[in-house]
Each structure stands twice: as structure tokens, then as C-alpha cells.
């Protein structure tokens, strides 16, 4: 009973898609890769290159360094999670931010950017056993993944979930900002031209607004224990 499949669980922002990833993988021995933490940590770099900011976006100036750019997952050992690393630097923490939030969706929707990453994601996935949550792991990076999840709740959900992770985080930010957020991203997510968010024809729908951390875990880990029989 060695059997390996890929998982893709996409959704919109703030579903608690990585949460669940994270348990998947733990509890499979998969690798778990949250694709949006290299999204987010290109976006950090244009930010602090001034390549992007709220009214502009430099694309040619961060296109130029593309290539130069080290994205790359570093195993914590005191979380036993993978912290996001840019040009060596841990950035896990600065990626998180409401302000990156606010520029991800603009730097994501750049060809050249996807293609990037998405070559990186493939070759992570090669080997199977592995958990990707983003916006187009079942439609683009892995169409052939054995179970594929698109995961939604409620906009307000999603907005107050994410309001008190960045509080205990200890970061100043209001709820209506965020919940601006979390609707904005949705309609830039879902309607660029490059790999918009959309679920995939089979990908299984779970709504997670009524369900809890742990009856959604076991909700998922019933239908990866179908697919493994
Ligand atoms: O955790 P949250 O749901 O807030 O978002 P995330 O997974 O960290 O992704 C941040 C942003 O990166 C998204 O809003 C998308 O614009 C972009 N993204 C993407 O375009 N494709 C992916 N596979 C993952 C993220």
C-alpha cells in the first residue's frame, strides 16, 4: 500500500486551504507546498525593489530580474513547517502581511511570473505525494491529480478567519480592510487571463463556512482514503 497520488486544493483566498493541506500532509507523509507563499515572496521583492506599490506596477523593471530570483522552501525545525525563503533570507513572516495582500493579486496575474513559478511547482509535484493549495494547482500546474478540492466560505468568514490570524500575529490592521481584501483578491484572482481561479470540472466543492477544523480534515481524508484503496 505504497501508493502515491497528488492533491490540488484551490479556492479563494483565506478558505483555510493551507490549514488543511497541512494536516493532509502530516498525516499522509506527502509534502505540502503552499504555492501562494511564492507568489507572495515575488511580490515582497517588487515591493522592496519599488517595482510595485499601490498605484503602480514597474512589470518591465521586475521582469528583468526574474530569472536572478531565488525562491525556494527551507524546513523550520522548531515549527517542523517549511518557511519561504527569498534570495536566502527567511521571509515567512513578512510575506504574511496585509500590505503584500494588497499587491500579491497584481504580480500573480503576469505571465512570465506563472510561468516561473508554475515550472517550480511541476517539478516539486514530479514525484507524487504531495499537497499544492493555490488558485490553479487542478486546472494548470497538475490537471492530472487523483483528487482535486476547491475550496470556498462565505466572504465574511474568510475575513473575520483571517482578521484574528493577523491580530495574534500582531499586526495592526481593521476588519473592513481586510475584508476588502479578501474581496478584491477574489475578482482579481478569478478574472485575469492567465490561469484565472476557477474550479476544475472535477474537482469536489467543499464549503467550509459551517464546518470545523476538524470535520473538514476528515471530510478530505475520507475522499484521499478512496482514491488510495
Ligand atoms: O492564503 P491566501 O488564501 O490569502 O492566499 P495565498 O494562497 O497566499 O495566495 C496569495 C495570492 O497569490 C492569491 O491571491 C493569488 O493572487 C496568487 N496565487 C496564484 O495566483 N496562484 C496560486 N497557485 C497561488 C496563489
Redesign the pocket.
Known amino acids: 500500500m505504497n501508493k502515491k497520488i497528488t492533491i490540488a486544493i484551490d479556492g479563494f483566498?483565506?478558505?483555510g486551504?493551507?490549514t488543511v493541506a497541512k494536516e493532509l500532509a502530516k498525516e499522509l507523509g506527502y509534502i505540502y507546498v503552499?504555492?501562494?507563499?511564492m507568489?507572495?515572496a515575488i511580490t515582497l521583492f517588487a515591493m522592496q525593489e519599488g517595482f510595485v506599490g499601490t498605484r503602480f506596477f514597474e512589470v518591465e523593471s521586475l521582469l528583468e530580474k526574474l530569472e536572478a530570483i531565488l525562491v525556494s522552501f527551507q524546513l523550520n525545525p522548531l515549527t517542523s513547517n517549511a518557511d519561504m525563503y527569498l534570495n536566502g533570507i527567511n521571509v515567512e513572516n513578512e510575506i504574511r502581511t496585509l500590505e503584500v495582500?494588497n499587491l500579491?493579486?497584481t504580480v500573480?496575474a503576469n505571465s512570465d511570473v506563472r510561468k516561473k513559478l508554475v515550472a517550480m511547482q511541476k517539478e516539486m509535484g514530479m514525484h507524487k505525494g504531495v499537497v499544492m493549495?493555490?488558485?490553479?494547482?487542478g486546472t494548470v500546474?497538475f490537471k492530472d491529480a487523483e483528487l482535486k478540492i476547491f475550496m470556498n466560505a462565505s466572504a465574511d468568514t474568510r475575513a473575520e478567519r483571517?482578521y484574528k490570524e493577523l491580530r495574534n500575529k500582531g499586526e495592526e490592521v481593521s476588519y473592513q480592510d481586510i475584508l476588502k481584501n479578501v474581496v478584491d483578491?477574489d475578482f482579481?484572482?478569478t478574472t485575469r487571463d492567465d490561469?484565472p481561479l476557477v474550479k476544475a470540472v472535477d474537482a469536489i466543492e467543499i464549503d467550509n463556512s459551517n464546518l470545523s477544523r476538524k470535520e473538514q480534515f476528515e471530510m478530505i481524508l475520507k475522499l484521499v482514503q478512496e482514491k488510495l484503496i
Do not use: H, L
Open positions: 483566498s483565506s478558505t486551504k493551507s503552499d504555492s501562494g507563499a507568489y507572495r495582500s500579491v493579486s500573480a493549495d493555490g488558485r490553479d494547482i500546474v483571517r483578491r482579481m484572482d490561469s
